[in-house]
Nanobody, 117 residues
């Protein structure tokens, strides 16, 4: 069974940090891009950051310089280190992984990140 299991969300004060993790089960993700999306309240889901199998990264302008995405290919795991969090970063964060073998995307269940004083 294919699963993406996220962890690390929570409540943090402005200026604080959180680290999200996402573990993808199965070897079907080998070679594929992994990433994080978020959906703020009342808004559409948007790309936060993505990382290719070889380590090339892409970030939304709103998080450049504050967030860092990384991955451990041997564990099919992707991380999102979030620093200097702002209230506008409040959203449900979703892990995303592409399977080259199955030619489709898979999604995690989402984890809530709330930035508030």
């Amino acid at each position: 069974q294919v699963q993406l299991v996220e962890s690390g969300g929570g409540l943090v004060q402005p200026g604080g940090s959180l680290r999200l993790s996402c573990a993808a089960s199965g070897s079907i993700f080998s070679g594929g891009t992994m990433g994080w999306y978020r959906q703020p309240p009342g808004k559409q889901r948007e790309l936060v950051a993505a990382i290719t199998y070889s380590g090339n990264t892409n970030y939304a302008d709103s998080v450049k310089g504050r967030f860092a995405i990384s991955r451990v290919n041997a564990k099919n795991t992707v991380y999102l280190q979030m620093n200097n969090l702002k209230p506008e970063d409040t959203a449900v964060y979703y892990c995303n992984a592409y399977s080259p073998i199955r030619a489709r995307m898979y999604w995690g269940q989402g984890t809530q990140v709330t930035v508030s004083s």
